[in-house]
């Protein structure tokens, strides 16, 4: 986590308030948030300065607050999926893959832990599938050797 955490109460960018921290990982921590601008609870990321080192200021997102669970979570609890949802979840999973390639976007560090299910708000669709944690994607176009090679990064094992 980042030297400094931020503290529920500590208003972040004069528009984001930390309620509580969600995750942390090698990129930096995820807090929960809320924005005075929107009033909508947000999750609110935190790079550590180590890794925008080139920035200046604390580069930060404040995304969708999700409600739902990890792919790998719900497999744990449930075990296999049944052949609709997977299918479900694999055409899903293929249309935000295919969206991220043909922006040049590759993610890096695909694994379950990293695939998210939401209840679905449209009828007919179990499901929605989110992908998470795309901070170690890499431009295609910026970088062809980090998009091809064969170095362990992310969390392969």
């Not at 308030?17 to 935190?46: D, F, H, I, N």
């Not at 609890?77 to 976007?105: C, Y």
Request: glycine share 8%; hydrophobic share 40%; proline share 7%.
């Amino acid at each position: 986590m980042s030297p400094d955490p931020l503290q529920p109460g500590t208003l972040f960018a004069n528009d984001c308030v930390v309620q509580r921290p969600l995750a942390e990982g090698g990129m930096g921590a995820v807090y929960v948030a809320r924005r005075r601008s929107t009033g909508k609870e947000r999750a609110l990321k935190v790079l550590l300065p180590s890794v925008a080192s080139d920035a200046t200021g604390t580069p930060w997102l404040a995304r969708e607050r999700l409600q739902g669970e990890t792919l790998g979570a719900r497999v744990a609890r449930d075990g296999a999926r049944s052949p609709s949802d997977t299918a479900a979840l694999f055409e899903q999973l293929d249309d935000a893959l295919r969206r991220a390639h043909a922006a040049g976007v590759v993610h890096r560090d695909l694994k379950s832990d990293n695939v998210f299910i939401v209840p679905s708000p449209l009828k007919g669709l179990p499901f929605v599938v989110k992908v998470l944690d795309s901070g170690i994607s890499t431009w295609i176009s910026a970088n062809r050797t980090a998009a091809t090679s064969t170095r362990a990064i992310g969390s392969p094992l």
